[in-house]
């Protein structure tokens, strides 16, 4: 397991941007599958996008508008949000497992404290 920080969340209005940061304590990241999940209130945590050795994954509903990219030398993994929706409007969570991709947080054994990201109509 890896220690996982969090920064970049906050409230904003529909179609603007944040960046998110997970930054890791841990051994280099090129040697982890890192993922950004959200969860909505009362709901189980959802894929939203995770990047590894093979290249970057996003699920369909934010496809074209987050991008992920990782800057190794700070050991830091960052989610770019364009283009933000009200549905948007979630606590996001940075997650690392040793390995490939993989789609289920039950799979992933290292997790930030999550961050708010609110969006406004």
């Known amino acids: 397991q890896v220690d996982l920080v969090e920064s970049g969340g906050g409230s904003v209005q529909a179609g603007d941007s944040l960046r998110l940061s997970c930054e890791s304590s841990?051994?280099?990241?090129?040697?982890?599958?890192m993922a950004w999940f959200r969860q909505y209130p009362g709901k189980d945590r959802e894929f939203v996008a995770a990047i590894s050795w093979t290249g970057s994954y996003y699920t369909d509903s934010v496809k074209g508008r987050f991008t992920l990219s990782r800057n190794t030398g700070k050991n830091t993994v960052y989610l770019q949000m364009n283009s933000l929706k009200p549905e948007d409007t979630a606590v996001y969570f940075c997650?690392?497992?040793?390995?490939?991709?993989?789609?289920?947080?039950?799979?992933?054994?290292?997790w930030g404290q999550g961050i708010q990201v609110t969006v406004s109509s």
């Open positions: 997650a690392a497992r040793p390995g490939d991709i993989n789609y289920r947080s039950a799979n992933y054994d290292s």
């Open positions: 841990g051994p280099s990241i090129s040697m982890y599958c």
